[in-house]
């Protein structure tokens, strides 16, 4: 079993950067794909980011491609998305889960096995 704590959420100004870790405890999770998923209030949880075991393949949602990078240090454990030129719609509590699968890494939040609490990034207009 592995756990998983997100850190570096916080409160910016729209345009801002923020980097979110996802440190992971338990066993390694070099065989994970990691995804990052965030649920803004009232709203369903939704796809955000995702990187496979080896880091070879990134996959983006539209909404955050060319501002977004999904990057993992399997050394440290950690999974980091970079947030650039964040907008007040990118508010949302973000979580990393992690999926035991070596092939492409996968979209729907049915298919990882463990999740983060989350963290809070909120962007001011």
């Known amino acids: 079993q592995v756990q998983l704590v997100e850190s570096g959420g916080g409160l910016v100004q729209a345009g801002g950067s923020l980097r979110l870790s996802c440190a992971a405890s338990g066993r390694t999770f070099s065989d994970d794909a990691v995804g990052w998923f965030r649920q803004a209030s009232g709203k369903e949880r939704e796809f955000v980011a995702a990187?496979?075991?080896?880091?070879?393949?990134?996959y983006y949602a539209t909404s955050v491609k060319g501002r977004f990078t999904i990057s993992r240090d399997n050394a440290k454990n950690t999974v980091y998305l970079q947030m650039n030129s964040l907008k007040p719609e990118d508010t949302a509590v973000y979580y990393c889960?992690?999926?035991?699968?070596?092939?492409?890494?996968?979209?729907?939040?049915?298919?990882?096995?463990?999740w983060g609490q989350g963290t809070q990034v909120t962007v001011s207009s």
């Open positions: 990187i496979s075991w080896s880091g070879g393949t990134t």
């Open positions: 889960a992690a999926d035991y699968w070596l092939g492409a890494p996968r979209t729907l939040a049915q298919a990882y096995d463990y």
